[in-house]
Nanobody
Framework: QVQVAESGGGWVQAGGSLRLSCSANSRGTMAWFRQAPGKEREFVASCRWGDGAKYYSDSVKGRFTVSRDRANNALYLQMNSLKPEDTAVYFC????????????????????WGQGTQVTVSS
């Protein structure tokens, strides 16, 4: 059974940076999603464990970087140039499947989820 745990998050002013961490015993695909109050959960970024292929949503491309640490079974999300609209609960997700870009962006593609971590960006 895949288990996922996130850490990081917090409060930052607009233009600042934060880094999220996720640990999971997965060898397929891992991803970050986020959910703002009153909105649906949306895809942020993913990383395929085997070949390291990475995919990003248009809203974070160029500002966020996803990376993996094979030795520590960890996934990171470096968030730079943060905006107030990035405020949300961020979730790490994992699956044993190796997904293509389209599948990796769907929440239904993942078997295991972390509890979520709050990111707040003030203007």
């Amino acid at each position: 059974q895949v288990q996922v745990a996130e850490s990081g998050g917090g409060w930052v002013q607009a233009g600042g940076s934060l880094r999220l961490s996720c640990s999971a015993n997965s060898r397929g695909t891992m991803a970050w999603f986020r959910q703002a109050p009153g909105k649906e959960r949306e895809f942020v970024a993913s990383c395929r464990w085997g070949d390291g292929a990475k995919y990003y949503s248009d809203s974070v491309k160029g500002r966020f970087t996803v990376s993996r640490d094979r030795a520590n079974n960890a996934l990171y999300l470096q968030m730079n140039s943060l905006k107030p609209e990035d405020t949300a609960v961020y979730f790490c997700a994992a699956t044993g499947r190796s997904w293509s870009a389209s599948a990796a962006s769907r929440a239904s593609s993942y078997d295991a989820w972390g509890q979520g971590t709050q990111v707040t960006v003030s203007s």
